[in-house]
């Protein structure tokens, strides 16, 4: 995000979050000094005729951070507001998030400073189709793998791949992930990161004794990945209270029916004059009382502005980077557990993974398979963060992080250095 006062650089944030864990970790000058930098990043220019005919001229980024486990992967994100240093830390992160997982993959994150809003079907696809030529250099099946991300989506993945294959002279689908079924996605990715989402909340309240059922449930934002928790927690029996959008949002401590506002939403673009609700701003949503906050919108929603005033008994990371470094400590402090973005959302990049072996094997798996191998994976990682954190007396976050980084300095090491 472009910078005001208040909002903290991503990009210090990430180092200052990772020297954190590097100094508990007593990781090595050497390694550090590794993981503090990216591998490589490409500025490009997008110029596109514009459907008046003028032609305008965006900027794009791709920011590959580190590939000692794997090929780089992470999402495209389209955003007015964006800046390299927030694809310099997105980029960390999936290299965090791929770690944890135990997914053979390295970070990498890209975008575009655009409003998809304003663009029409025609120039959103030329943006991306020559967006995708501009980072052709570095990107392939065993170099990087992007994937969707904030304001894009299945559509903008299969432009990707159809530019990238029409280039390439052969059809290439595992090129991206988060690609319609019918030229290669997998069955489950699209809830991918929602259904996780609602697995470590299960994780959370089992460890936590809390019982799952009527659990009240405050959710900011409904877009792709906030609806689908909001599916999925619906039906394991939660209550869903507020939820929101970047217009706003809507409470019902009785509880909101996850349909009726999808449809809602859906049909008007808004949660404005949904029946038996009453309207709310997407400030006052962080601070309703309630067992588990997911914030799944944007970064840095909690802040230390905010994070005295947080009546959640939960927080689980929907969002990458929602909780800033100081809110996070002072919710240490009042104890109220945060489960981090790299454990809580990475159910998309986990069944982006499954998708790209099975492009690699031409070889389809059906959804009840994608989703148990999903879970098996949350499940067990959920475990081993929870019990290392119990052990070390650390943050979930901290837990979470150093498992992370311990495998990839392990892999550095191992590798060695060249020349
Ligand atoms: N954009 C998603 C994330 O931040 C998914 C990345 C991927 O599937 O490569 O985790």
New binding site residues.
């Given amino acids: 995000m472009r910078q005001n006062a208040a909002t903290p650089n991503a990009w210090e944030t990430a180092l200052a979050q990772f020297d954190q864990v590097a100094k508990l970790m007593s990781l090595s000058v050497d390694i550090s000094q590794v993981l503090r930098n990216f591998d490589r990043a490409l500025t490009v220019s997008v110029p596109i005729r514009m459907d008046d005919g003028s032609l305008k001229v965006f900027t794009g980024f791709r920011v590959q951070h580190n590939a000692a486990r794997g090929p780089y ?3 495209i994100r389209y955003h007015p507001e964006l800046t390299f240093d927030d694809l310099k830390a ?1 980029a960390m992160e ?1 290299t965090w ?1 791929c770690s944890l997982a135990g997914v053979p993959f390295g970070g990498a994150k890209g975008g575009i400073v655009c409003n998809p809003k304003t663009l029409s079907k025609g120039e959103l696809e030329r943006l991306t189709r020559r967006y995708t030529y501009a980072i052709m250099p570095i990107i392939g099946i065993e170099k990087d ?1 992007p ?3 904030v304001n894009t989506n299945e559509q903008i993945m299969a432009w990707m791949m159809d530019t990238y294959s029409i280039n390439n002279g052969y059809c290439t689908p595992g090129i991206v ?2 690609k319609p079924i019918n030229v290669g996605g997998s069955l489950g990715r699209t809830d991918a ?1 929602g259904l996780g989402i609602a697995h470590t909340i299960a994780n959370a309240t089992r460890y936590k004794k809390m019982n799952p059922k009527n659990l009240k449930v405050v959710i900011q934002g409904y877009g792709n990945v906030g609806s689908a928790v909001g599916k999925f927690l619906s039906e394991m029996g939660c209550r869903i209270v507020a939820v929101s959008s970047s217009k706003g949002g809507i409470y019902n401590p009785k509880g909101l029916d996850h349909h009726a506002l999808l449809k809602h939403y859906q049909e008007s673009g808004s949660f404005d004059r949904f029946p038996r609700a009453e309207g709310i701003t997407n400030e006052s949503l962080l601070e309703l009382p309630c067992d588990v906050l997911v914030p799944a919108a944007m970064s840095n929603q909690i802040t230390k502005e905010n994070a005295d005033r947080i009546r959640a008994k939960l927080i689980v990371e929907g969002a ?1 980077g929602p909780t800033t470094i100081e809110a996070d400590r002072r919710l240490n402090e009042r104890k109220i557990p945060v489960i981090p973005d790299i454990l809580a ?2 159910g ?2 986990i069944v ?1 993974y499954f998708e790209w072996v099975q492009d690699v094997q031409c070889y389809f798996w059906c959804e009840h398979e994608v989703n148990e191998k999903l879970k098996n994976i949350l499940d067990r990682t959920y475990e081993a963060v929870h019990a290392f954190a119990q052990e070390k007396k650390l943050s979930m976050r901290t837990a979470a992080m150093s498992i992370a980084i311990k495998r990839i300095a392990d892999a550095i090491s191992v590798r060695g250095l060249y020349p």
């Fill in positions: 992967k992470g999402g997105l999936m998030k793998i994937a969707p991300d992930t988060g990161t990458n959302n990475a998309g990049v982006s």
